[in-house]
Nanobody, 122 residues
Framework: QVQLVESGGGSVQAGGSLRLSCESS?????LGWFRQAPGKGREGDAY?????????YVDSVKGRFTIYQENTKQNKVYLQMNDLKPEDTAIYYC?????????????????WGQGTQVTVAA
């Protein structure tokens, strides 16, 4: 069983930055970040191939968010979020999967963290 521990959520003003971190208890092939806003489904933002370092972003976060691995730990990833907008307000979940594809969805990830709240004030 893979366990994921997230940290780094909080409250910021629009235009501000936050960095989320996620550490997996075991090595997995893919790690990703999803968000769930109130009344909405869980949607993917970014994910990374932990072996080769390939990454993928949804259009709404390209240029603002960066997913990257800890230099010495393949099983730890960060999501650097810059230029945050009120519409980024959500619970952010780390997810891990046993495969990598250039386009992945919620169903491709097997293990999930408990989530961390991000609130962006206008």
């Amino acid at each position: 069983q893979v366990q994921l521990v997230e940290s780094g959520g909080g409250s910021v003003q629009a235009g501000g930055s936050l960095r989320l971190s996620c550490e997996s208890s075991s090595q997995t092939v893919s790690l990703g970040w999803f968000r769930q806003a109130p009344g909405k489904g869980r949607e993917g933002d970014a994910y990374i191939d932990t072996v080769d370092g390939y990454s993928h972003y949804v259009d709404s976060v390209k240029g603002r968010f960066t997913i990257y691995q800890e230099n010495t730990k393949q099983n730890k990833v960060y999501l650097q979020m810059n230029d945050l907008k009120p519409e980024d307000t959500a619970i952010y979940y780390c997810a891990a999967g046993s495969e990598w594809r250039s386009h992945m969805g919620r169903a491709d990830f097997t293990w999930w963290g408990q989530g961390t709240q991000v609130t962006v004030a206008a």
